[in-house]
């Protein structure tokens, strides 16, 4: 079932029981006005006639009779009955009554002093009248022709009225919901309009202030990000194809001169070594990219283990420096960060030191002749890695993109390097619950710092 008519059939509902309530709260109040009413006026008229018969020693029963057959007042089918103490009828309005009395009726009435209740078509109203020497028992009935008819005809008009409303209401309710819902099937005609190949294309957010605004703004936002993502993996293509053709062809140039003709010995042996580097650069980028590629993915918490990461620190500087004997990775650890606990952060081991590994990487290949200092401290449940060189620095047009794969500072284009390192170092601080900052002159040097919550 559509929307539409969901939001239409809950219209009608809703309004029907209002109605409903309404029709029954109105036929019901009329319904006791009209009871109420009629058995008043039976007890006035009832009372009036006992009160002459009573009272007015000049009025007897065939007088009174005659008196109440021509009275303009009567009600439908009136008729008056009036027993004394001992039971017996000493006034009747009809002498053929239709109304059946006996003893036990008229001793409930002298026990309750009123009775109410209905003969066939007639309503009936027993009551006691206390005269000078006697205790009457008066019985008054009528047919209440004109109160009824009324209460037939407000029934008749409330069905009618109900019926006609709920149709009316499934109208307008049917032409308010697609008014309402028009905003929505225009976001949706919209976003269908959107494929892979117009993701620039944005949601009219019309007004800007109400719900429909909303989800075209949160559908703009998505497709802010998914623009943003299909950039990025278009870009990391198009520089991952380059950075892997470039040393394959390289590789392949070489060895193309090379089996131009017969060469030395030394010249073979330099072609080999030549594209032995190559092949070496081909790896690490291969490796780097499926790093980048694994950390683009959510990882399990339960991969995490316990890991030292001063620990990691120090065999990184081993591998640098047994690779690169210049460099001078200088370690120093805060004041009470001796304790186990405080230099122990929660992890995937590989992906941590290849986190370390970029950073000092890079300080040292940046800094002022090789020289990286790496500080180690703790602050509010974080472990803070500080690596410090004094080298070229970031300019300020780069440190906002510096984490952006495959993106390199235009003072550094002249030093190896990829610029896939410090996207992947970004990518596996987020998946660790981390954060990576950076802070850089140029000309001075930079400070990256890294912080993991502490095991």
Same mark, same amino acid.
């Given at each position: 079932?559509?929307?539409?008519?969901?939001l239409?059939?809950l219209?009608?509902?809703?309004?029907?029981?209002?109605?409903?309530?309404?029709?029954?709260?109105?036929?019901?109040?009329?319904?006791?006005?009209r009871h109420?009413?009629?058995?008043?006026?039976?007890?006035?008229?009832?009372?009036?006639?006992?009160?002459?018969?009573?009272e =007015?020693?000049?009025?007897?029963?065939? +007088?009174?009779?005659?008196m109440?057959?021509?009275?303009? %007042?009567?009600?439908?089918?009136?008729?008056?009955?009036?027993?004394?103490?001992?039971?017996?009828?000493?006034?009747?309005?009809?002498?053929?009554s239709?109304?059946?009395?006996?003893? &036990?009726?008229?001793?409930?009435?002298?026990?309750?002093?009123?009775?109410?209740?209905?003969?066939?078509?007639?309503? %009936?109203?027993?009551?006691?009248?206390?005269?000078q020497? #006697?205790?009457?028992?008066?019985?008054?009935?009528?047919?209440?022709?004109?109160?009824?008819?009324?209460?037939?005809?407000?029934? $008749?008009?409330?069905?009618?009225?109900?019926?006609?409303?709920?149709?009316i209401?499934?109208?307008?309710?049917?032409? @308010?919901?697609?008014?309402?819902?028009?905003?929505?099937s225009?976001?949706?005609?919209? =976003? &269908?309009?959107?494929?892979?190949?117009?993701?620039?294309?944005?949601?009219?957010?019309?007004?800007?202030?109400?719900?429909i605004?909303?989800?075209?703004? $949160?559908?703009?936002e998505m497709? #802010?990000?998914?623009?943003?993502?299909?950039?990025?993996?278009?870009? @990391?293509?198009?520089?991952?194809?380059?950075?892997?053709?470039?040393?394959? $062809?390289?590789?392949?140039?070489?060895?193309?001169?090379?089996?131009?003709?017969?060469?030395?010995? &030394? $010249?073979?042996?330099?072609?080999?070594?030549?594209?032995?580097?190559?092949?070496?650069?081909?790896?690490?980028?291969?490796?780097?990219?499926?790093? +980048?590629?694994?950390?683009?993915?959510?990882?399990?918490?339960?991969?995490?283990?316990?890991?030292?990461?001063d620990?990691?620190?120090w065999? %990184?500087?081993?591998?640098?420096?047994?690779?690169?004997?210049?460099?001078?990775i200088?370690?120093?650890?805060?004041? /009470?960060? #001796?304790?186990? #606990?405080?230099?122990?952060?929660?992890?995937? &081991?590989?992906?941590i030191?290849?986190?370390?590994?970029?950073?000092?990487?890079? !300080?040292?290949?940046?800094?002022?002749? /090789?020289? =990286?200092?790496?500080?180690?401290?703790?602050?509010?449940?974080?472990?803070?890695?500080?690596?410090?060189?004094? !080298?070229? !620095?970031?300019?300020?047009?780069?440190?906002d993109?510096?984490?952006?794969?495959?993106?390199?500072?235009?003072?550094?284009?002249?030093?190896?390097?990829? !610029?896939?390192?410090?996207?992947?170092?970004?990518?596996?601080?987020?998946?660790?619950?981390?954060?990576?900052? =950076?802070y850089?002159?140029?000309?001075?040097?930079?400070?990256?710092?890294l912080?993991?919550?502490?095991?």
């Amino acid at each position: 079932m559509q929307l539409r008519q969901r939001l239409t059939y809950l219209f009608v509902i809703i309004v029907a029981l209002v109605l409903l309530v309404f029709s029954i709260a109105v036929y019901t109040l009329s319904a006791d006005y009209r009871h109420d009413d009629f058995y008043n006026r039976l007890q006035s008229k009832a009372s009036n006639t006992a009160k002459l018969l009573i009272e =007015v020693e000049e009025i007897d029963a065939n +007088l009174l009779r005659k008196m109440e057959k021509d009275n303009p %007042v009567s009600l439908p089918k009136e008729e008056i009955l009036i027993y004394n103490y001992r039971n017996e009828l000493v006034y009747s309005s009809n002498e053929k009554s239709q109304i059946h009395i006996n003893t &036990e009726l008229l001793d409930k009435i002298r026990l309750e002093e009123e009775v109410q209740f209905t003969q066939e078509k007639y309503e %009936v109203l027993g009551f006691l009248y206390t005269g000078q020497y #006697d205790r009457f028992a008066v019985i008054a009935a009528a047919e209440d022709i004109y109160g009824l008819r009324k209460l037939a005809n407000l029934r $008749t008009v409330i069905f009618i009225a109900f019926g006609v409303s709920v149709v009316i209401v499934f109208f307008l309710g049917w032409v @308010f919901a697609g008014r309402a819902l028009r905003p929505i099937s225009r976001v949706i005609r919209q =976003v &269908e309009n959107i494929t892979i190949t117009s993701l620039n294309l944005r949601v009219d957010e019309g007004n800007g202030q109400d719900e429909i605004a909303k989800v075209a703004r $949160t559908f703009n936002e998505m497709l #802010d990000r998914l623009e943003a993502a299909f950039k990025m993996q278009k870009n @990391f293509i198009a520089n991952a194809s380059h950075e892997l053709r470039t040393p394959l $062809t390289a590789i392949t140039g070489q060895l193309e001169v090379l089996l131009m003709k017969e060469r030395d010995n &030394e $010249t073979y042996r330099k072609t080999v070594e030549s594209v032995l580097e190559d092949i070496k650069g081909l790896n690490t980028i291969s490796n780097r990219l499926l790093l +980048l590629a694994q950390a683009s993915t959510e990882i399990s918490r339960s991969e995490f283990k316990p890991i030292r990461l001063d620990d990691i620190i120090w065999q %990184v500087r081993s591998e640098l420096i047994k690779r690169n004997p210049g460099y001078q990775i200088d370690i120093s650890l805060d004041s /009470g960060m #001796d304790n186990d #606990d405080r230099l122990t952060v929660s992890g995937v &081991e590989n992906l941590i030191k290849t986190v370390v590994m970029n950073l000092i990487e890079n !300080g040292c290949k940046y800094g002022e002749s /090789g020289k =990286v200092e790496v500080l180690l401290g703790e602050n509010k449940g974080m472990m803070e890695v500080r690596v410090i060189d004094k !080298g070229i !620095g970031i300019e300020a047009a780069d440190i906002d993109r510096i984490f952006e794969p495959f993106h390199r500072g235009k003072n550094v284009m002249g030093i190896s390097g990829h !610029g896939i390192g410090l996207s992947l170092v970004a990518r596996i601080v987020a998946l660790h619950g981390g954060e990576i900052k =950076v802070y850089s002159k140029v000309g001075e040097g930079s400070t990256f710092l890294l912080m993991l919550p502490l095991a």
